[in-house]
């Protein structure tokens, strides 16, 4: 699996809709389906899972806006580890 | 500069207009009727003093380069009060929101503190919300104004998840309506509680 599968096999797990793979560009907090929770157990998820810790006073709404937004964001910190 | 004068006219015009020809005459009255006047009053004076003054202050940030982030979109018109949340004082809403309830509820749930993370999202809405009434001062219904927040979202929350079952809530636009409604009067005796008029009588 790529980086970006994973990434999003986990967004589409917490979001609970498949929706999020098949839609890079859906508007994940206007169509309320990430919420302040939903945030919390993604970041708890990749921290789990991908081994990317994510702090939630680094964190801006903007930057995970989209899936493919959040696939970049997470790519690039998992990318600046090697 | 648009920002100017809109808070231009609200601080000075609306937020006094108010302030002047409604609350203070509502203030001195006493009862139960006088009491929901002065919480209507009062509660437009605060938006229309506060965003004024937000808008105000954006306006010259951007006089100056800066880009100061909006504090207030349309709040009244919230269709429920997470909604509301995110339009009202939004710089502080969601400082509390990624600091104070963000960092709460990751941390229960990476240390698994509780069997169901809802219990700690739970927690972490009165927790963020309690410390926002606290934020505005220690006088006790301050923080009874934060904790009646706290258990808004979280009764909010219950409902949305008992109407996903029983659906007695609908999506048209007169149930969104009546959401703006209770939304708006839940808001407004919030106020009333923060006004501290409550304490006096």
Do not use: C
């Not at chain 1, 899972?49 to 709404?61: G, H, K, N, Y």
């Not at chain 2, 002065?38 to 605060?46: D, E, I």
């Not at chain 2, 509301?84 to 929101?97: I, P």
């Not at chain 2, 927690?123 to 505005?136: E, P, S």
């Amino acid at each position: 699996m790529s980086s970006a599968e994973r990434i999003l096999a986990v967004l589409s797990r917490v979001a609970q809709t498949d929706e999020v793979k098949n839609h890079p560009h859906l508007r994940l907090y206007e169509l309320a389906i990430l919420d302040s929770l939903r945030t919390v157990e993604l970041m708890a998820a990749f921290s789990a899972e991908l081994d990317v810790e994510v702090s939630p006073a680094e964190f801006e709404r903007e930057d995970w806006e989209t899936p493919a937004k959040i696939v970049r964001y997470i790519e690039n910190r998992l990318g600046s580890r090697t | 500069v648009q920002r100017i004068v809109r808070g231009f006219f609200y601080k000075f015009l609306m937020a006094r207009m108010v302030q002047r020809h409604w609350m203070n005459a509502a203030a001195v009255g006493t009862g139960f009727g006088a009491t929901l006047s002065y919480m209507y009053a009062y509660s437009f004076y605060l938006f229309f003093d506060f965003a004024g003054y937000s808008a105000f202050a954006i306006g010259f940030s951007y006089l100056f380069g800066v880009h100061t982030p909006e504090n207030f979109d349309k709040p009244f018109l919230a269709k429920n009060i997470r909604d509301f949340w995110n339009r009202w004082h939004v710089t502080l809403s969601a400082w509390f929101r990624d600091h104070v309830y963000t960092r709460f509820v990751l941390a229960a749930a990476k240390g698994r503190w509780f069997s169901d993370i809802r219990t700690a999202s739970y927690l972490g809405l009165f927790g963020a919300m309690g410390l926002m009434g606290l934020w505005h001062g220690t006088t006790w219904y301050y923080v009874v104004y934060g904790v009646y927040h706290g258990a808004l979202l979280v009764g909010h929350d219950v409902f949305v998840r008992w109407n996903k079952e029983s659906r007695l809530w609908g999506d048209g636009p007169v149930w969104q309506m009546a959401g703006s409604f209770v939304t708006f009067h839940a808001v407004a005796f919030g106020f009333l509680v923060f006004s501290g008029r409550l304490a006096q009588s």
